[in-house]
Nanobody
Framework: QVQLVESGGGLVQPGGSLRLACVASGSGVSLYAVNWYRQAPGKQRELVARMSSGGSTTYGDFVQGRFTISRDNRKNTVYLQMNNLKPEDTALYSC??????????????WGRGTQVTVSS
């Protein structure tokens, strides 16, 4: 069974940085498109960043150059570097990925998320 586990969240002051990671565990896993989403209390889930299997990236308008998505295919890990964090970035951040296991069907799955709180 493939598990997606996020880490790296926490409490940070405004202007600070965090680096989130999402690891896809399990043998024979190959990642394709990878995404980070976030959801704040009382708000809809929104796309933070996306990276295609070819490496092209898309960011939510609110990112404004502050975040960078990256991936390490050898480690089956997706990263989100977040700089200049603002209180409005406070949310549960979840990874969402497309993967194949041992060359099988393409599967889309979610991690449980990691909480990011930006507050002084």
């Amino acid at each position: 069974q493939v598990q997606l586990v996020e880490s790296g969240g926490g409490l940070v002051q405004p202007g600070g940085s965090l680096r989130l990671a999402c690891v896809a565990s399990g043998s024979g896993v190959s990642l394709y498109a990878v995404n980070w989403y976030r959801q704040a209390p009382g708000k809809q889930r929104e796309l933070v960043a996306r990276m295609s299997s070819g490496g092209s990236t898309t960011y939510g308008d609110f990112v404004q150059g502050r975040f960078t998505i990256s991936r390490d295919n050898r480690k089956n890990t997706v990263y989100l570097q977040m700089n200049n964090l603002k209180p409005e970035d406070t949310a549960l951040y979840s990874c969402n990925v497309d993967y194949r296991r041992n060359g099988g069907v393409l599967v889309n799955d979610w991690g449980r998320g990691t909480q990011v709180t930006v507050s002084s």
